[in-house]
């Protein structure tokens, strides 16, 4: 396998310019503050191959649905994350030749991304016969504290000569999507300001009105002392700049700091915004680069201190997993509701930037961990507030209840694939279940009679209109629809949906006793709100005690769905490499008529329902479904490492480890120059905590059952439990446990209690 980054615990880095690959550059280099992000993109020109990327979180554009068969029920529009105005630009021209590394020669050259610190660096040195040698340097970041702020300290120091040197700050909204279906341009100018040494571009999107304020301020020093240059002012539709020349001297150094400001009038009044951009510029502009990095920095130490895994001897296996927290950090901070965490985050339009069922799946696990309750719960209400539009959804299709959307920004469904919009219905039941998931952690029961309970009875409704009764069996059936593993379409019978519906039905009742005994009051409330009677109630349980389970009766395994062993079974490791990834070899046929999985389906659902099914269950479905398991699908290879870490397979459980720690880094998929993949990062912190950690919440108790895969020498995380911060280490001989936060929590380790004041140290065999 292809390396791509020299292994180091805090850093990302890419040693020489490589062209053929800078899109997987891009893509691993990317930052953000969950108020907007970018691609590791040049500040000056480049011609060669790259995707340019600036998203503005919360701003997208309902791009018009392109099919070749439209099917009544199809959503309009598909929703797409706009690549918004371009604010880094800083264009370089030596003795008035534009610097292009795409041509100009250089002899070194460096682009890393601290992690610990938050920023990104580049190192290069360009060669000419005429000027001889220029080092130069440009360092940025996205404020984690101000988070409308962005600031880049761009510096060239001429070797041999004193060389004229010409700076051209700008911003460009003349920008497009590379995915728009019809070749399209998003944004018009609302307005343009430029004079010397700052200017504004207002862009707004055609559809919606959303409204973007850029603004940007520079100065430029020599050896940290200001100087001026000529400047000539750049005044063109869509882009605003200045041109400042003055002459570089040999082995000075002159920097330009720039400061950019960026406002939405998702925040503010639309007659606001370029006031508030301008305001907001102003104030970094006169705090300055290094006092703005400083606070940058304080803040990432804070997130770090939080959300740190530690992995002693086994470098790769750090930076992995620091890679794959940093960016859930700069994703998605929970202070917007309105807001959730799209597949590629900031890193890439690929999925559009929507929202799918990956956060509820994936994602909550680790800010229910990591940071105060209210993040974890800001997504759960993110999908209360579409409670109306997921009814309307089920409705255009016929049915009762709500369905929430597979892909949505605004509750609406925005997807226009037929075997995943519409048959893809298991996503209803990872909505419930991070309802459970949530209240079960934080113990904040009030939830459900506040939020929760309304949703789950929309849903409950869903599947009670969805399924279908096989009278000749006396069986309820889910036809047509298609599970987890996306490589098979229109199916019977799903296992995982079947089986989360079921359970999705049964908590919802056990929810409603809860709230008899609890809240009456607000549960008659809701009882007439909704409309709710015995009879659906009976009918309810009447499907939990009814449902159909495929299953497998010769090796005793649940069947992924009728009619699966149908199919020829070959195994993965039989597979010519060639062939792999299959969805870049295979037609989509012979896809659908193999036996291999993209993703955990069966595993998905031994996951979730952890305590339903014992060690040999999950043992036997482990055995007869990994070896046919692609892994396509970036979620899948934390779910079967989890899986693998309970059942004892240690070996195994390091190989999917990996594979999902480094997916991105070592581009396990072929494909992470559209994008980084988000959302699976979440699930590379599970695989870890959940995995080799064997964290579970059982009966309102923390459980831990932790080994140490035989690469490392140790390991450590934190978890974040009802108020309590817990720092867990492990080596081969023992586990430390130190409460950090709480007078004392009880938990289980190795299925023994223990109740924890200050430190719990525990031999190992």
Known sequence: MKKYFHADEWSIIEEGLHPEDNRIYESAMSLG?????????????????????????????????????????????????????NFIGIDIMIDDEKIDLAKTKI??????????????????????DKYGELIVNAKRFLSIVDTEVAAISYSITPVNHDVKISFIPYLDGNISNEDSNYSE????????????????????????????????????????NSINGTIDIIDQEKFVGNK?????????????????????NRDYDKSEIIKISNERVTYAYNKGFEELFIEHVDAWDKRWEASDIVIEGDTEAQQGIRFNIFHLNQTYT???????????????????????????????????????????????????????????????????????PMVTMNGEECHNEWEITFEEIHRNAAISYAIYNFVRYTGDSNYLAEYGFEVLVEISRFWTSRVNYNSYKDKYMILGVTGPNEYDNNVNNN???????????????????????EHMLRYTEL????????????????????????????????????GYMDKEQILVKDLPKADLPLNQNWSWDRILRSCFIKQADVLQGLYFLNDMYDLETKKRNFDFYEPRTVHESSL????????????GYEDKAYELYLRTARLDLDNYNNDTEDGLHITSMAGTWMSIVHGFGGMRIKDNTLCLNPFIPKAWDEFSFKILFRGNLLKVKVSSEKVFIKLEKGDYLSILLYDKKYTICDELIIDIN
């Open 495 to 517: 296992w995982y949906t079947n089986t989360m519906a079921s359970w999705n039905l049964e908590y919802t009742l056990e929810v409603i006793a809860y709230l008899k005994k």
């Open 527 to 562: 009882e007439n709100k909704l409309n709710l009677t015995e009879d659906e109630l009976s009918k309810w349980q009447d499907i939990i005690n009814k449902m159909y389970y495929p299953y497998i009766e010769s090796i005793n395994v649940f069947e992924q769905q009728d």
């Open 244 to 264: 400042i020349t003055l002459t570089g001297k040999k082995g000075r150094t002159v920097t330009l700091n720039k400061y950019i400001a960026v406002t939405t």
């Open 107 to 128: 002899k070194y050259f460096k682009r890393v991304v601290n992690m610990k610190k938050g920023y990104l660096e580049r190192i290069f040195t360009i060669i000419d």
């Open 33 to 85: 503050n969950g108020h907007m992000g970018m691609r590791g993109n040049f500040e000056e020109s480049y011609s060669g191959d790259s995707h340019q990327g600036t998203y503005i979180a919360g701003v997208y554009y309902p791009d018009k649905t392109r099919v070749g068969w439209w099917k009544n029920g199809y959503p309009e529009y598909f929703a797409k994350v706009l690549n918004a105005t």
């Open 185 to 224: 341009k998003f944004w018009t100018e609302v307005d343009r300001a430029i004079n010397e040494y700052k200017g504004n571009l207002t862009m707004k999107t055609k559809k919606l009105d959303f409204h973007v304020s850029t603004s940007m301020k520079y100065s430029v020093l020599e050896d940290n």
């Open 334 to 404: 929970g202070d917007d509701p309105r807001l959730n965490i799209g597949p590629k985050g900031f890193t890439g339009e690929k999925y559009g930037g929507s929202t799918y069922w990956d956060t509820e799946a994936y994602c909550l696990p680790f800010y229910l961990s990591t940071a105060n309750e209210d993040i974890s719960k800001n997504l759960l209400i993110y999908r209360y507030n579409h409670l109306e539009k997921a009814k309307e959804n089920a409705k255009k299709l016929g049915l009762n209840g709500a369905l929430y």
């Open 636 to 647: 899948s290879p934390c779910v079967y490492s989890i899986i693998a870490s309970e059942i």
